[in-house]
């Protein structure tokens, strides 16, 4: 069983960057695929980024792009989302979730693909 726990929210102005945490304890997370995923008020959760198991592919949603990188430590058992130039439509609960199995553009992408889930940080992004 993989717990997952995130940290590194808080309240930046656009602009801003800021640096999300995942801490796993359980099994390490070399064979995990580790995603991270975003639920604004009212909406959908959506997919933001996610990292094969050793962090050698990764894949973003367009949305953010060139502006969030993923990474992984398996040795430190983390996950890390650096966000640069937030703006205020990233405004969310930023969830870490993984996942058992391969990696794929398609299926790393979709939030039933993923068995284990920390329970959110939340991010907001003033004007």
């Known amino acids: 069983q993989v717990q997952l726990v995130e940290s590194g929210g808080g309240l930046v102005q656009a602009g801003d960057s800021l640096g999300l945490s995942c801490a796993a304890s359980g099994p390490t997370l070399n064979r995990y695929v580790m995603g991270w995923f975003r639920q604004a008020p009212g909406a959908a959760r959506e997919f933001v980024a996610a990292t094969c198991t050793n962090g050698g592919s990764t894949t973003y949603a367009d949305t953010v792009r060139g502006r969030f990188t993923i990474s992984r430590d398996n040795s430190k058992n983390t996950v890390n989302l650096q966000m640069n130039d937030l703006k205020p439509e990233d405004t969310a609960v930023y969830y870490c979730?993984?996942?058992?199995?391969?990696?794929?553009?398609?299926?790393?992408?979709?939030?039933?693909?993923?068995?284990?889930w920390g329970q959110g940080t939340q991010v907001t992004v003033s004007s």
């Open positions: 979730a993984a996942r058992w199995g391969y990696f794929s553009n398609s299926n790393s992408r979709r939030d039933v693909e993923y068995q284990y």
